[in-house]
């Protein structure tokens, strides 16, 4: 059955309506605001004020953006294929093993930047490895791939508390966590790169993982809209029976996207892991992977909407934390909520609108002829 | 068109259904335009017409389904509203649609039951409709076990059920939509037998077909509708197969293609013994053997849903076979293992798919992107694991200008081109590839006029190539003025093979499943023996 | 303690750690069944927690709790409801936001409200929370060995919430078998086709199976913050909705199925909790871990048809759209 709404101009589809969709979900939080009895606006300017009022602000933000790119670039390369990829969480948590692995055993020896490479490597690793037994079994035994990475989320939760409060803590140690990296597993920080715009920044941990974060992004475009392989995906997300047609070989096709698609939610634990905390510890993903969906649609699965959203939602997460300060009523709890509504209507509701902005441009576009009738059947 | 609208005797019983002026569009398609019908009280009227002729979408509106844009139903002489199923069955209509609306892994008691429960509970109902369904199945020869799971039953028990479903609810005017689709002839026969019964009883029934036989069969009255419009209505034992097969297909103008004298070389794609099965396991292809040579246009003709899909699909690698043995330019290929498009168009196979919307293209592709569509690993398009886009744009701006492809811009998002440009986009794809084997289904469905004649032109410049043509189509005269040979499918086998000269009535009878006895077998021999001279 | 007494105090606290899951899974197994896939139970499962315990807080009413848990809980529902159904929206799409709102939602109103951290103020047991129903005569042969003991430790003393979880079930059963509501609820989730030709409003029904969704998670929620808890913390449900939907799966959409698969969850919870990790003699030890991710591991090992085959109800996650 052909698109069941009339077409609309590419900036209507791809701009206009998830702004309005986006603003849509600003103005319910805004109620919930008004509930709690404060007021949106101040709250609305704390937030950017809080984001992007200071170096560290700015800081913070790019640094909870970065995880978002890589979460947001991990749902979106499943979306091409057709695949919901929920599981995000679970494999940039066990991606986090990954980066332990390669920091514990390099860190004494060798400079950071070869640490780096070596656990993005393995966070990839491992984050694919998580991804490949839900794809395999969506591929080939017809098990619902939303449900098998729901549940590979919770094993993974489950397996990390055992490793961290068994095998990976140091002996004598209260906390589960892994020792502290030494100096060849610590990242440089980016703070010139924000002092180059005359603002200072302090202790922000924001760090070299965002140009690794950059370069993901432009390797998804490049992937998806450049190669072989990225066409093969995109013919399969568009229609399985074309994707038939053309050779395209099914099974291989889901497993290796989501092989790609779990390696970019793995390489998301660097940024915390080796940027931030510089030891691997419980649940450092907080969410990150959810985060993704909500990117993912936002930026309609493009890098170069994703990465915008990506910030969107780290400025939310620090302007969240600066709100809280002022506001005793809202806590960084509203960002979850703000995420929430962002998904519904950006996601589960996205047509919501779409009739009536038709008709707007419908009704603009009355004056010109119609495609015959005898053309299509 | 002048209608012959039967018994016009004032006196008779009103007419069981009348419709005046039914109109009906989906967007830009109009599906029925205009229609007038009347059905007669306690008969069986039929309704014929090609697939996409509007059968079904006027036979929805008769039944709730979907809401007619203007016109008026008349039920029993009364002008009647009908906005939801419920309004059809209390105005005593029921529908036996063409895919079951059955619940499969219920019983046939809880099927016959739903939504005429009777109450609350299930209880109560239960032995309600136990003692009912009895009663129906002993009055009209009905029989199947209540409490059987639908999906436990075969096809023809199945369709029983949507019947006793319908009279259940007090049906006094049955609709069935190509019944006889997933049957076969003995259980075709069957239900037959129980129409006639309980036309017998009263009831009116209104049979939806493609198929002329079962038209002549059993129906007392006949109208034939055709692309939307309902182009006549005779009474059956007043008309003819051929007659039907005429004004069913119509006789399109088409500009007479120009085309030479064929030249068959060496045989190119040779078919033995196939059978292909759809997902439900029913035989679509029957052990069905022929060969292509080089230079040549074999047509397949036949009513849609013959088997031709399916055995396109099968030669093509799309679809899985059961059995036989293709070879492509000698060599073979293994139709009934793991398909492979990819690797037979690198053996020079070329396939323009029937279904260009969700075979043939990507909607949502750009043109130049569609223009690569099975061919994206070609060394010309690709620089290892990347796409060549200068080439591969450089290339689809080159088919445009040699196909006239409109408009000229191979950027544009695929589904924004029209019909005709969007098969062009198909059939320059394939056929710029140097194909030894060109399959190509239904190349001018859904296309306008003009690309119709550029299209024939195509098609037979590549068999003049030295191509071989394999031409699957619905379309009797694209079949007659194109092909060299035609092989005609019914019910999955060939059902005989003429030269191009064969009138249209002579192939309408093949299609219609009359048995021709001295052609058939002598087909599968011929086809078995690859030194036999092609033609007749 | 003897073994009997441990083993009587697990199964104690399998039947107290299955019954949100009972709920909950009911609770999907009325949407699913009818077509609709809910991972938002755990969304409406904690909004519901927040305002049976909120309510209940203000109100002093353990009851007046439960009928806002449930009134709230079916809000949810029906905005995914409207999503999914109306919209024809992504069902998965839709409850991933329904768990967000919620998550956030509940600890926001919370902490405005009761400025307690996000909890809700502490029920004390004077009606405001659904205190253990001694069961006649459980004082008095709570000394008879093994049946004394069962009757006494594990069949009394639950809360009365207890007790309609597991008149729950087979009620589900009733309605899905024996009542024409059943009948139509199981015909929608397998063909909506049927349901719509035979005249009946796929989009109605529908509505209704979310609502009964919505009822049960109220029920699940209001359990565990009314009953099993005094009062709400951030974040109760903990997954819980999510273990509901594996046993819902484990259970093959079956009501009678779901309770054991409850109850065989809960009690791989409890085995957990209990100790901190089994040792299998002379061989090693399993971790609480291992057992707490058990529910996840067998329910993916039987959707992959290892164990069985787990078939979903044919329509669902599909919107209904006529076909044409």
């Not at chain 2, 859904?446 to 410049?461: L, M, N, Y």
């Not at chain 3, 049927?194 to 919505?214: F, K």
Request: proline letters at 5%; hydrophobic letters at 50%.
């Amino acid at each position: 059955m052909a698109a069941p709404y009339a077409k609309l101009p590419g900036w209507v589809d791809y701009g206009l309506i998830p702004l309005i969709n986006l603003v849509v979900a600003f103005l319910v939080a805004g109620l919930v605001v008004l509930l709690v009895g404060e007021n949106p606006l101040r709250a609305a300017a704390l937030l950017v004020q809080g984001a992007f009022g200071s170096g560290d602000g700015i800081g913070y933000t790019l640094f909870y953006a970065t995880n978002f790119i890589f979460t947001g670039l991990c749902v979106a390369v499943a979306f091409h294929c057709g695949l919901f990829n929920i599981g995000g969480e679970g494999q940039a948590y066990v991606g986090g093993l990954g980066v332990a692995i390669a920091a514990l055993t390099l860190d004494t020896v060798a400079p950071w930047w070869i640490t780096l490479i070596a656990a993005t490597v393995m966070s990839g690793l491992v984050g694919a490895a998580w991804a490949f037994i839900p794809a395999y079994f969506q591929a080939r035994r017809g098990s619902h791939i939303v449900i098998t990475t729901i549940m590979f989320n919770f094993i993974a939760a489950s397996l990390m508390v055992y490793l961290l409060v068994g095998p990976l803590k140091p002996l004598g140690s209260q906390v589960p966590a892994t020792r502290d990296f030494a100096e060849g597993a610590q990242l440089p920080r980016l703070d010139w790169l924000i002092e180059m715009f005359g603002m200072n920044v302090r202790s922000a941990p924001f760090n070299v993982t965002f140009l690794l974060a950059l370069a993901a992004a432009f390797g998804v475009w490049v992937l998806i809209w450049r190669t072989r392989l990225g066409y093969e995906i995109r013919t399969m997300g568009f229609s399985p029976t074309a994707a038939r047609y053309a050779g395209v070989r099914d099974t291989r096709i889901i497993v290796v996207t989501m092989l790609i698609s779990g390696a970019l939610a793995g390489m998301m634990a660097l940024n915390p892991v080796m940027g931030d905390q510089e030891r691997l510890q419980l649940d450092f993903v907080t969410g990150a992977g959810f985060v993704g969906i909500a990117v993912a649609l936002i930026g309609r699965s493009h890098p170069a909407g994703i990465v915008p959203a990506a910030i969107l939602f780290g400025m939310l997460y620090q302007g969240g934390a600066e709100i809280a300060f002022e506001m005793p009523n809202i806590s960084r709890d509203m960002i979850v909520i703000i995420q929430g509504l962002v998904i519904l209507f950006a996601g589960a509701l996205e047509h919501m609108f779409r009739p009536a902005i038709a008709r707007a441009f419908g009704g603009l576009a009355e004056g010109r002829p119609k495609p015959s009738a005898a053309v299509t059947r | 068109m002048n209608k012959f609208l039967p018994g016009t005797d004032p006196l008779m019983a009103p007419y069981a259904i009348e419709l005046a002026g039914i109109n009906k569009s989906f967007g830009a398609v109009h599906a029925n335009r205009d229609i007038d019908l009347a059905v007669e009280q306690g008969t069986i009227h039929g309704i014929i017409g090609e697939n996409g002729a509007g059968k079904s979408t006027l036979m929805s509106i008769l039944y709730g389904f979907y809401q007619a844009d203007s016109g008026e139903i008349r039920v029993g002489g009364q002008p009647v509203t009908i906005n939801t199923p419920n309004d059809a069955i209390a105005l005593g209509i029921g529908m036996v649609h063409q895919h079951f609306m059955l619940v499969e892994n219920f019983t046939v008691l809880e099927n016959v039951m739903l939504g005429a429960e009777g109450a609350q509970l299930l209880s109560g109902g239960i032995a309600r409709a136990r003692a009912e369904l009895e009663r129906l199945e002993r009055e009209y020869a009905l029989e199947v076990d209540p409490s059987a799971i639908i999906e436990e039953l075969p096809v023809g028990l199945q369709q029983r059920v949507e019947i006793l479903k319908a009279l259940y609810r007090g049906a006094e005017i049955l609709i069935l939509d190509e019944p006889t689709g997933v049957l076969t002839p003995p259980e075709a026969d069957h239900l037959f037998r129980i129409l006639r019964q309980l036309k017998e009883q009263g009831k009116t029934i209104v049979l939806i077909t493609h198929k002329l036989r079962e038209i002549m069969a059993v129906t007392d009255n006949v109208s034939v509708m055709r692309q939307g419009e309902m182009v006549a209505t005779r009474k059956t034992a007043e008309t003819s197969v051929e007659e039907l097969a005429e004004l069913m297909v119509g006789r399109r103008v088409l500009l007479r293609v120009e085309k030479g004298e064929a030249s068959p070389g060496a045989v190119k794609l040779a078919v033995e013994n196939l059978t292909v099965r759809d997902s439900r396991g029913v035989t679509m292809v029957d052990d069905v053997s022929f060969e292509v040579r080089a230079g040549e246009i074999v047509g397949i003709a036949g009513v849609a849903g013959n088997g031709q899909s399916q055995l396109i699909e099968a030669i093509a690698g799309i679809r899985r076979a059961e059995n036989g043995r293709v070879t492509l330019d000698g060599e073979p290929v293994s139709v009934t293992g793991e398909a492979d498009p990819a690797m037979l168009r690198t053996r020079g196979m070329a396939h323009v798919p029937e279904d260009r919307h969700h075979m043939g293209l990507v909607l949502q592709f750009e043109e130049n992107e569609n223009a690569i569509l099975g061919y994206h690993a070609k060394d010309s398009y690709v620089n290892g694991p990347m796409l060549d886009l200068a080439s591969i744009r450089r290339d689809a701006a080159e088919k445009i200008e040699k196909y006239d492809i409109r408009p000229p811009n191979c950027r544009l998002k695929t589904a924004n081109f029209s019909g005709g440009n969007q098969q062009k986009i198909v059939l320059a794809r394939e056929m710029e590839q140097d194909p030894a084997v060109l399959i190509v289904g239904q190349p001018t469905r859904g296309v306008d006029v003009g690309a119709i004649e550029f299209i024939h032109k195509r098609i037979i410049e590549m068999r003049d190539a030295g191509k071989a043509v394999l031409l699957v189509s619905v379309e009797l005269d694209e079949i007659r003025s194109l092909s060299d040979r035609i092989l005609v499918m019914f019910a999955g086998r060939i059902a005989g093979e003429r030269g191009p000269e064969a009138t249209e009535g002579e192939l309408g009878l093949l299609m219609a499943g009359v048995a021709d006895e001295t052609e058939a077998p002598r087909t599968k021999e011929r086809s078995t023996e690859p030194e036999t001279e092609a033609a007749e | 303690m003897g073994a009997l007494e441990t083993f009587i105090l697990i199964l104690d606290s399998t039947v107290r750690l299955s019954i949100p899951l009972m709920f909950a899974a009911l609770a999907g197994l009325y949407s699913e069944r009818a077509g609709i896939f809910d991972i938002g139970l755990e969304g409406k499962m904690l909004a519901a927690a927040f305002a049976g315990a909120a309510a209940a807080a203000v109100y002093g009413s353990a009851w007046i709790g439960l009928f806002f848990a449930v009134m709230v809980s079916i809000g949810l529902a029906l905005v995914h409801g409207f999503a999914s159904i109306t919209h024809r929206g992504n069902q998965i799409v839709s409850g991933v936001a329904i768990n967000f709102i919620a998550a956030g939602t509940t600890v926001i109103l919370g902490q405005a409200w009761f400025r307690q951290g996000g909890r809700t103020p502490p029920l004390s047991a004077d009606g405001s929370r659904f205190t253990a129903i001694e069961l006649p005569f459980a004082e008095a042969i709570s000394g008879v060995p093994v049946v004394g003991l069962v009757y006494s430790e594990l069949i009394s003393g639950h809360s009365i919430l207890v007790y309609l979880a597991f008149l729950a079930v087979p009620f589900t059963w009733w309605v899905l078998f024996r009542t024409r509501f059943g009948l139509r609820l199981r015909a929608v989730g397998e063909n909506p086709g049927a349901v719509d030709t035979a005249g009946i409003s796929v989009t109605w029904l529908r509505y209704r199976a979310v609502i009964c969704t919505g009822i049960l998670c109220g029920f699940a929620g209001a359990y565990l913050s009314v009953a099993q808890n005094a009062g709400f913390v951030k974040d109760m449900t903990a997954g819980k909705g999510f273990i509901a939907l594996a046993a819902l799966i484990f259970a093959k959409w079956k009501p009678v199925n779901v309770m054991f698969a409850c109850l065989l969850f809960g009690f791989l919870d409890a085995v957990a909790i209990r100790f901190a990790g089994i040792e299998i003699p002379g061989l090693f030890e399993v971790p609480p871990q291992f057992m707490q991710a058990l529910p996840y591991i067998l329910t993916v090992v039987l959707l992959a048809g290892f164990i069985g085959r787990a078939i979903p109800p044919k329509a669902g996650g599909q919107p209904y759209v006529k076909e044409r």
